[in-house]
């Protein structure tokens, strides 16, 4: 979304309100499974002593996958984003300064990038999630498999020797 600042960009004190929805497959990432709804953002561009200050919240209801157990985990989620909004973004040293073309900001491509960026890639389904059992795939939040220890065959030898100690 294209959003002409020319009312503001020479007015401090000054702020212009916006709500758009973002692109949810620019939004995408690899333990997403689907967005529930739209992704939406509600926000303003307010010129503060000739800064351009962009300030939103966006909101998104998603499935993801557990990043131990791969089950599907809905969360709702409502961050605030701020960034800066220049002409000369390009030169600029901070993540949070985004580029003007003439008098218009891509509102959505800033709330994106940021979204992009200050997501977790990885969620669980709880914080004392087991996972899975590497050898044989079950769901260790059900209870152990009947895989047993895996034995390092560097110490089979010993293993051998403890069965022997304890047959006498």
Request: hydrophobic share 40%.
């Amino acid at each position: 979304m294209l959003l002409d600042l020319h009312e503001i960009i020479e007015m401090p004190g000054r702020s212009l309100p916006f709500r758009c929805e973002l692109d949810w497959e620019r939004l995408a990432f690899p333990s997403l499974v689907s967005f529930n709804g739209p992704v939406t953002a509600q926000g303003q561009v307010s010129n503060t002593a000739g800064v351009l200050e962009l300030t939103a919240d966006v909101t998104a209801d998603m499935t993801v996958r557990c990043g131990r157990c791969g089950k599907p985990v809905h969360l709702r989620l409502a961050p605030r984003y701020a960034a800066t909004l220049q002409a000369d973004a390009q030169d600029a040293d901070s993540e949070d300064v985004f580029p003007l073309t003439g008098d218009e900001a891509d509102v959505s491509d800033v709330l994106e990038t940021c979204f992009i960026l200050g997501t977790d890639q990885r969620f669980l389904c709880r914080e004392d999630c087991k996972g899975l059992c590497p050898v044989c795939g079950k769901d260790l939040n059900d209870g152990p498999c009947s895989c047993g220890k895996e034995i390092d065959p560097r110490m089979a030898a010993l293993g051998q020797l403890l069965d022997d100690i304890q047959e006498v």
